[in-house]
């Protein structure tokens, strides 16, 4: 019963800023672990960033420049990601912890120089 889709992704110029939404849907209660992954070709996918119970935690690459927030009435969850890198670009995912795990389809990030 459990969907995640993100949305938000695209193309910009190095510097520039962009907010990636992710929508769940189903049976979700409170204090569960959401978060954001990404994967660059050819690589392993990555944490970015998670929330649960109130706490934040980010990878050491993005600290200072992305920010996770949530709302839980909506059940949404958000990246703001300021100051966008060419390493930045990759696929991003949506994650949601709720005994069992659950994944978006994705959402492509491209940060050109």
């Known amino acids: 019963q459990v969907q995640v889709v993100e949305s938000g992704g695209g193309l910009v110029q190095a510097g520039g800023s962009l907010r990636l939404s992710c929508a769940a849907s189903?049976?979700?209660?409170?204090?569960?672990?959401m978060g954001w992954y990404r994967q660059a070709p050819g690589k392993q996918r990555e944490l970015v960033a998670t929330?649960?119970?109130?706490?934040?935690n980010y990878a050491d690459s993005v600290k200072g420049r992305f920010t996770i927030s949530r709302d839980n009435a909506k059940k949404m969850v958000y990246l703001q990601m300021n100051s966008l890198k060419p390493e930045d670009t990759a696929v991003y995912y949506c994650?949601?912890?709720?005994?069992?795990?659950?994944w978006g389809q994705g959402t492509q990030v491209t940060v050109s120089s």
């Open positions: 189903g049976s979700i209660f409170s204090f569960n672990t």
């Open positions: 994650y949601l912890q709720q005994f069992g795990d659950y």
């Open positions: 929330t649960s119970g109130g706490s934040t």
